[in-house]
């Protein structure tokens, strides 16, 4: 990212591709947060990782449309999904993403 727009821009861009491509899996998922978000693929300490809860976004708004359902939630910026066709989860702390490592509930 060379300017602040850049990042607001590849944020926007993110939020776009969640919306639009409906991921199912959560190969899908993090294939849209590598591509798009400005800290790319090896930004994280997990599998992908979503910078557009900077600017007040969750990654699960786009995805419960998609047909995403919560497992728990302890606050926006901790809580775990699955989508019930594919059995897929994603486990979300902290902008951090993890796919298919699902966690009890804290």
Request: hydrophobic share 35%; glycine share 8%.
């Amino acid at each position: 990212m060379s300017t602040l727009n850049d990042y607001w821009a590849a944020c926007d861009a993110e939020m776009v591709a969640l919306t639009r491509t409906r991921p199912r899996t959560a190969a899908e998922v993090i294939a849209i947060l590598h591509t798009h978000d400005p800290m790319g693929p090896t930004g994280t300490a997990g599998d992908g990782f979503f910078s557009p809860a900077n600017a007040g976004h969750t990654l699960y708004g786009p995805l419960l449309p998609a047909g995403w359902d919560f497992d728990w939630i302890t606050a926006d910026y901790h809580w775990q999904i699955t989508h019930p066709d594919t059995g897929d989860t994603l486990t979300y702390c902290e902008g951090d993403v993890y796919a298919n490592n699902p966690q009890p509930t804290p």
